[in-house]
């Protein structure tokens, strides 16, 4: 008994569309994997009560730019690393040289001018306030201001009026604005590289069902 087999239509033209669609479904898996774990790391920054803005520094880019490859990548990272690196594995923060961490209270505000990052120094450049050292043997020392109200915000402002025989303002009180700490250890409020290992794992289906669709 025999039998014979034959390929009808062109062979080498049948390789190149198998090629085509396995090139347009490796790179369709990859770039839906790459949006994919983009917006697992948004929102989970999001689900650890960082912000929207502190999300959104996540990017992610697809190559190539344009066309389809065996070879495609999607990269996913971040604008702020230093950020989500410390809330990621839970990093013991110090001050630099030595130096003591100030950690703005309610009183001081969120930011300062410019919406820089709030300090002691811009503190005072912004309100015209001095900050004074407090230290506490039993517990964090800290910069306070003198002669000073909560304001309706809540934020520490300068106390109008006239001064009593002792010098001091009428009503003013002494406002805690920055908490002094030698080290800080940041929570552990994120698993970024978790979830970029469930989306590799997640990754070969993700490209079977870019080519079955």
Known sequence: MKFGASIEGDLAAIATEILQ??????????????????????????????GTRLANSVRQADFPRSGTSLRAASLVWTKAPDILHAFDGGVLIRGKDGLWLAIPLPAAGLTGLGRQ????????QRTGMRLRF????????LLVTDDARLNSRGLAAAKGGRRRRDG???????????????????PKKLDLDGLAREA???????????WKG
Do not use: C, H
């Not at 369709?28 to 994997?33: I, L, P, Q």
């Not at 990052?117 to 005072?124: D, L, S």
């Not at 794992?201 to 079977?208: F, K, M, N, S, V």
């Open 21 to 50: 669609e396995a090139e347009a479904a490796v790179t369709r898996g990859v770039f839906a994997s790459g949006r994919g774990l983009r917006d697992d790391w948004r929102g989970q920054v999001r689900g650890a009560g960082l």
């Open 200 to 210: 590799t794992a997640r990754l070969p289906g993700a490209i079977l069902g870019a």
């Open 168 to 186: 001091v303002l009428a009503g003013a009180q002494t406002v805690p604005v920055f908490l002094l700490l030698r080290q800080v250890k940041m």
């Open 134 to 141: 407090v230290y506490r043997r039993n517990g964090p020392s």
């Open 117 to 124: 990052r709030i300090t002691p120094w811009r503190w005072e």
